[in-house]
């Protein structure tokens, strides 16, 4: 499912040529934000004023991607002592995955035997990672800053 976020910044006046740097800035900045924490969207459309800097992301998804995958670790003869206990191998390779080893199965490639585990995540909820485009704020560059004098 997907749903449209409005993102919208107030400032003091800006020059026209900072405004749209700016608002540009912070797209790209929001697009490039939104796809490394795995999460798809249509289209970022700008909108700005000399005091308003504000984004549309058209078609957010509303969580990212569940995952689903094998992973394969050492072979049987690796995972498993001569008495049929785990090994250290065995159980880092599990504890890496926040796993247990009840959850190794078995699969033979070219007759070898390797450990593997089904892993399955959950993806984020797009409000939980949407609370880090402050860090997108604090990042953005103006050609100067107002500093008022002392008062």
Known sequence: MT???????G???MPAHVVAKSVKQLADRTGKFLKDNGLSFKNIKTFSTPRRLTILVQELAEKQADIDEIKKGPSKKIALDKD??????AEG????QNMSVDDIYFQKIKDVEYAYIH??????????ILLGMDQIVKELAF?????????
């Not at 749903?3 to 910044?9: A, C, G, P, R, V």
């Not at 050609?143 to 008062?151: E, I, Q």
């Open 3 to 9: 749903k449209d976020y409005l993102f919208e910044i």
């Open 11 to 13: 400032t003091e006046e």
């Open 84 to 89: 049929g206990n785990w090994s250290k191998a």
């Open 93 to 96: 390779f599990v504890r890496g």
């Open 119 to 128: 892993v399955k995540k959950e993806g984020k909820k797009a409000t939980e």
């Open 143 to 151: 050609p100067t800053k107002n500093a008022l004098g002392k008062l």
